[in-house]
């Protein structure tokens, strides 16, 4: 199937527009016409495993309808719309507790691989594409997917609002209602309004009486935070963010969120919870956080780390997908579209914090 992508031939470089062939579904794939695919920093990351002379094909928020099934393929039927997300190999004792996003095998299932003995899924001018990530690689016209990563969803939702709850609404919304579960007169603490932030304030505010304090340095996305029903939103370059959050939540929060993978930050969040509060953090990043071992001790603080929500996406995506279409999650609000021809476009928008979730279409 031939058809146009978004690859990255150097790191250091833009990405470039190509045409590229997709190969028909084998054994236990799923061949999905892409209409959308979301920008995530996963893929900016990732981009650095490409070499100027093997492409790489990113994208694992891609959202269409599925075109042609492989053998052995029962779960979804050419004509479903679908929306893809992450592998999981459903027979690991963490994928039998419920808790896909820990498979022992994600890393292989996920990563970048080939078709073992057999001729590549992806290629440009019949040369192999580096592809396979999140096993769906969907930045581009046709993505082959796998069965156990391809959830059926109603057709009448928009493709663009749809692919970003395969990752990052997923992961804000389920360390929300999953795994903070804030009571009512709670207070919740989310530091960064990017796409997850935001995707867990929405979240959030299907809980009654929860209230949400957002701290975040773009005045854009503080606003947009307000806008979305956020009761306070912070600026950290202007004020330390720990007593202000002590003070407007009279004593500290109660729940916190951390999306920015920065360590400072982190360790901002534990200081200014309550007793007895949690904070979980789903930012991947580098280094150590300044954590008081007092602190975390005397007033029982939890640190807790969140996996894409800790979801089972089978159930988790349709079940959100159900609040947006009765209008309790506007997740329309967080995406602004680009043709994916105008991908460095939508990534300026993004790092200038103009747009808070750019989605390529096709």
Not at 95 to 116: K, T, V, W
Not at 181 to 205: F, N
Not at 312 to 334: K, N, Q, S, T, Y
Request: net charge negative; charged share 20%.
């Amino acid at each position: 199937m031939r058809t146009s992508a978004v690859v990255s031939r150097d790191p250091s470089a833009g990405f470039t527009v190509e045409t590229v062939d997709i190969d028909e579904p084998r054994a236990g794939e799923v061949l999905v016409r892409i209409a959308a695919a979301g920008v995530c920093h996963t893929d900016l990351v990732s981009r650095r495993a490409g070499a100027i002379d093997r492409p790489v094909l990113l994208g694992h928020e891609g959202a269409g309808v599925v075109e042609a099934v492989g053998p052995g393929v029962s779960a979804v039927q050419p004509g479903d719309h679908v929306v893809l997300t992450f592998r999981h190999c459903g027979d690991c004792v963490n994928c039998r507790a419920g808790r896909p996003a820990y498979c022992r095998r994600a890393n292989a299932l996920n990563q970048f691989g080939r078709r073992a003995h057999d001729r590549p899924r992806v290629t440009v001018d019949g040369a192999p594409v580096l592809d396979g990530f999140f096993r769906q690689s969907s930045f581009a016209g046709y993505a082959l997917a796998a069965e156990d990563n391809t959830i059926v969803i109603d057709s009448a939702i928009d493709p663009a609002v749809a692919a970003p709850f395969g990752c990052g609404f997923q992961t804000g919304m389920g360390a929300v209602l999953n795994v903070l579960r804030p009571e009512p007169g709670s207070w919740l603490a989310i530091y960064g309004a990017g796409a997850v932030g935001m995707a867990a304030l929405l979240a959030a505010r299907t809980m009654p009486d929860v209230r949400v304090a957002v701290v975040e340095t773009s005045a854009a996305r503080r606003e947009l935070a307000r806008e979305l029903g956020a009761d306070a939103a912070i600026d950290p370059a202007e004020f330390p963010t720990t007593p202000a959050i002590r003070d407007l939540t009279s004593g500290g929060a109660t729940h916190a969120l951390d999306t920015t993978g920065v360590a400072s930050v982190l360790g901002d969040a534990v200081a200014a919870l309550t007793t007895g509060a949690t904070v979980v953090a789903v930012g991947l990043g580098t280094g150590t956080p300044p954590v008081d071992i007092s602190d975390i001790v005397l007033y029982g603080k939890t640190i807790r780390g969140c996996l894409e929500g800790d979801a089972v996406p089978g159930e988790f995506i349709p079940h959100l997908l159900g609040l947006h279409a009765r209008g309790l999650l506007p997740a329309d609000r967080l995406v602004t579209r680009y043709p994916h021809t105008e991908i460095g476009t939508a990534l300026e928008d993004q790092r200038a914090g103009l747009v808070v979730k750019p989605v390529l279409t096709w």
